[in-house]
C-alpha cells in the first residue's frame, strides 16, 4: 500500500513538473522554391536524416514558395524564425523597411545555370548568340541579370541579342521546342531532366565569376526571441552540405523523392553541383562571400531588380553562424 502511493504521489510530482514546463514549440521554415530549384536540397537532407534534430531545431515543415518576394512575406506574416530567399529580393525588402537579417551565405555560385540549344541548332559558341532569341523567366529575374552578364563575357551588349521573357524554365523547353526562343537559359533540376534532348553551348560556371544565390534570413523579432533555433538550423542545414558532399547518390535518392525527381535526374544535378567548386563550392556552409553577394547586387541593378548602395555592416549579423564560419572568405 506504501509503495503504491509513492508510486502515485511520484506520478502526481511527473505531471507537475511537465505541465510546468511544456515541449519546445516546433517550428517551420521557408525556403524560396523549396522541392523546385537546387538551392533547397539540402534541407530535404537535413529534414531526412534528423539533422536539424541533432542540432535542437525541431523543424517540422518546409514552406515552399515561388520567389523572393513571397518567401520574406510568408516568413514575416506567418511569424517564422528562418527563411532562405534571393539576395536581390532580401535587400529589396529590407530597403523598403522590413526587419530583416541575413545571417548566412547559403548559395555561393549560379552554377545550376546553363544555356542550352536544340541539337540541330547552327548556334556552337557564346560568340553565336549575336542577334539570337535568349530566354529568361521573368523581367528583374537572376536569369535575365545572367543573360546579360554572360553577353557581357563576349563583349555584347544586351541589345547585341533579343531577349524573352518566357516565364518559367520548363517553358523554356517548349519555348525552345516551338521556335520562339534559340536559346533557353536553364536551371538544374530542369536541366538534368531534358539534358539527353539538348546540347550545352555554355555553362555557368565555365565563365561567370561567384555570384551569391541565396542568403539565409532571419526576422528582427526572431534573432532576439529564437537565436537558438536559428543557429540550430544553420548547424543542420551545414551537416546537410556535408553529407551531400560526401554522400551524393545517398543524398540524391532523398532528393528524388522530396523532389518527385527520377532517380537519374537527382543523381545528375546532384553530381553536376558537388563537382564544381571553383571558385567556390555551390552549395556553402553559411560563411559569407561578400564580393560575390556584390557582384550579384551589381548584376541585379542592371535589370532593374535593385537600385541604390547597400552597407552589408547594418543587414549581416554573423553571430548566428558557428565560430569558425564567422570569417568571411
Not at 551537416?239 to 537527382?266: C, G, H, R, W
Not at 571553383?278 to 535593385?306: C, I, S, T
Amino acid at each position: 500500500m506504501v509503495e503504491r502511493m509513492r508510486c502515485f504521489i511520484l506520478t502526481l510530482c511527473m505531471a507537475a513538473i511537465f505541465a510546468a514546463s511544456p515541449p519546445a514549440r516546433a517550428e517551420q521554415i521557408v525556403v524560396s522554391n523549396y522541392g523546385v530549384a537546387a538551392n533547397g536540397m539540402p534541407y530535404a537532407i537535413a529534414m531526412a536524416k534528423g539533422f536539424f534534430k541533432q542540432q535542437g531545431a525541431d523543424v517540422t515543415g518546409v514552406i515552399s514558395s515561388s520567389g523572393g518576394g513571397t518567401t520574406v512575406r510568408n516568413l514575416l506574416g506567418g511569424d517564422l524564425a528562418f527563411g532562405e530567399v534571393d539576395l536581390a529580393g532580401t535587400v529589396a525588402a529590407i530597403q523598403q523597411g522590413a526587419d530583416l537579417k541575413i545571417v548566412s551565405d547559403d548559395v555561393l555560385t549560379v552554377g545550376e545555370f546553363v544555356w542550352a540549344v536544340k541539337p540541330d541548332s547552327p548556334i556552337k559558341t557564346l560568340k553565336d548568340f549575336r542577334d539570337r532569341k535568349i530566354g529568361y523567366t521573368n523581367p528583374r529575374s537572376t536569369s535575365q541579370a545572367l543573360d546579360v552578364l554572360l553577353l557581357g563575357t563576349a563583349s555584347m551588349a544586351p541589345t547585341d541579342a533579343e531577349l524573352v521573357k518566357v516565364g518559367g524554365f520548363g517553358e523554356q523547353i517548349v519555348a525552345l521546342n516551338l521556335g520562339a526562343i534559340d536559346v533557353a537559359t536553364l536551371a538544374d533540376p530542369v536541366w538534368s531532366k531534358n539534358s539527353d534532348k539538348l546540347r550545352t553551348i555554355v555553362r555557368a560556371t565555365d565563365v561567370l565569376p561567384a555570384l551569391c544565390n541565396v542568403v539565409g534570413v532571419t526576422t528582427g523579432k526572431a534573432a532576439a526571441a529564437k537565436p537558438d533555433f536559428v543557429r540550430a538550423v544553420i548547424r543542420g542545414r551545414r551537416a546537410a552540405v556535408a553529407f551531400m558532399y560526401s554522400n551524393p547518390d545517398d543524398a540524391a535518392a532523398i532528393v528524388a523523392e522530396t523532389y518527385q525527381l527520377d532517380l537519374k535526374v537527382a543523381r545528375e544535378a546532384i553530381g553536376n553541383l558537388t563537382a564544381s567548386r571553383a571558385p567556390r563550392p555551390y552549395w556553402g556552409e553559411g560563411r559569407f562571400d561578400v564580393e560575390g553577394m556584390n557582384r550579384m547586387l551589381e548584376a541585379q541593378k542592371v535589370v532593374g531588380a535593385l537600385s541604390g548602395d547597400v552597407d552589408w555592416s547594418k543587414i549581416i549579423d554573423r553571430s548566428f553562424l558557428p565560430d569558425d564560419l564567422k570569417a568571411d572568405y
